[in-house]
C-alpha cells in the first residue's frame, strides 16, 4: 500500500476498496503507526494540496474524508491500546466556523489509549460550549482544533473565555490542526502545541505533570 494508490482510491470515494487495502496492510504484519502517519495522513496531505492547484474539488474533498474515517476505524482499536489509566478528563473540540474533524477524532482516540477521559464535544464550537464542557465535565484539559487559517484567531477568543471564567485557573489548554503550531500556540497564550495526535499524548501528560 502506497501514498499514491491511496490517493487514487480516495478521491474516487472507494471506500470498500480502502478499507481492504488497509486490512490487508494490517494483516501483512505493517506497522499501524506506520500506516497511518506515513501513508493515510499523507495522502489527505496530497489531497489537501490537490485541492489548492484545482486538480481536484469539493466533491473528492468529501468522499476522501468519508474513507479516511472508514480507515480509522479499523486502525482505532489498534491505536487504542490503553497504557495505563490516570483518568484525567480532556475536552475536546474544533472551533466554531470549522468543521474539520478526522485529527480532531484521532487526538480523542489517542487520549483514551493514553489512560485520559475523553469528552469529545464536536465541531463548531463556541467559546459558551467550551467554557461550559470544561466546567461541566470538571476538565483538567481542554483541546482546540482548527484546520482553517479564518478560523484560527478563534482559538484565541476560546482561551481567553476558559481563562476568564471560573474553572479558568484549574486547566490547561492544548491547541492544534495543520495550520497551528508552536508559535502561534504561544502567541495565542495555549499552555500547549503538539504537531500530531501521538505527540498530543506526550504534551497532555507533560502538562499535568504525569510520566
Ligand atoms: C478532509 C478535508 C475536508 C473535509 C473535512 C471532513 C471532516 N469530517 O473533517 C471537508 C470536505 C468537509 C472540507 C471542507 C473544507 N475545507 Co478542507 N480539508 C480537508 C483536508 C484534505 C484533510 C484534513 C484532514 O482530515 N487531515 C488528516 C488529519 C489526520 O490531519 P489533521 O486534521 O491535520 O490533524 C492532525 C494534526 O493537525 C493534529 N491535530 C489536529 N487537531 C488537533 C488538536 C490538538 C489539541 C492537537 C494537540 C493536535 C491536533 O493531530 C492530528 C492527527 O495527527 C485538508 C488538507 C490538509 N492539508 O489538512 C483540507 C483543508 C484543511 N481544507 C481547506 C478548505 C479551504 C476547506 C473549505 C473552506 C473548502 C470549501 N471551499 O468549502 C471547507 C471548509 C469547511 C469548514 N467550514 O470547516 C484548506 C484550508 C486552507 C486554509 N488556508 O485555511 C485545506 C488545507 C486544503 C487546501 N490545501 O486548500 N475539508
Redesign the pocket.
Known amino acids: 500500500m502506497n501514498t499514491e494508490q491511496v490517493v487514487a482510491l480516495f478521491t474516487k470515494g472507494k471506500v470498500a476498496e480502502s478499507t481492504k487495502l488497509v486490512q490487508e496492510s494490517i494483516d501483512r504484519g505493517d506497522d499501524v503507526e506506520l500506516i497511518?502517519?506515513q501513508v493515510?495522513?499523507k495522502a489527505?496531505?496530497q489531497?489537501?494540496?490537490?485541492?489548492?492547484e484545482g486538480t481536484i474539488f469539493?466533491p473528492e474533498?468529501?468522499v476522501?474524508?468519508r474513507c479516511?474515517?472508514a480507515c480509522?476505524l479499523i486502525l482505532k482499536p489498534l491505536l487504542n491500546s490503553g497504557a495505563g489509566s490516570s483518568g484525567e478528563i480532556v475536552v475536546?473540540g474544533?472551533v466554531k466556523?470549522?468543521?474539520?474533524?478526522?485529527?480532531?477524532?484521532?487526538?480523542a482516540t489517542?487520549l483514551e489509549g493514553g489512560g485520559f477521559r475523553v469528552f469529545d464535544i464536536g465541531?463548531?464550537i463556541s467559546v459558551d460550549k467550551y467554557v461550559q464542557a470544561a466546567q461541566e465535565h470538571n476538565a483538567r484539559i481542554v483541546?482546540?482544533?482548527?484546520?482553517?487559517?479564518?478560523?484560527?484567531p478563534y482559538m484565541r477568543q476560546v482561551i481567553e473565555g476558559l481563562r476568564a471564567s471560573p474553572v479558568g485557573g484549574n486547566i490547561k489548554i492544548?491547541?492544534?490542526?495543520?495550520?497551528?503550531n508552536e508559535d502561534y500556540a504561544r502567541k495565542i497564550g495555549a499552555d500547549?502545541?503538539?504537531?500530531?495526535?501521538?505527540?498530543?499524548v506526550k504534551?497532555?501528560k507533560e502538562l499535568l505533570g504525569l510520566n
Open positions: 497511518l502517519n493515510l495522513i489527505m496531505e489531497i489537501g494540496d490537490k485541492f489548492s469539493l474533498m468529501m476522501s474524508a479516511m474515517q480509522l475536546i474544533t466556523g470549522d468543521l474539520h474533524d478526522i485529527g480532531k477524532n484521532l487526538v489517542m465541531i463548531d483541546c482546540l482544533s482548527s484546520l482553517l487559517t479564518s478560523t484560527m492544548m491547541v492544534g490542526g495543520a495550520p497551528v500547549g502545541f503538539a504537531p500530531d495526535a501521538g505527540m498530543a504534551k497532555a
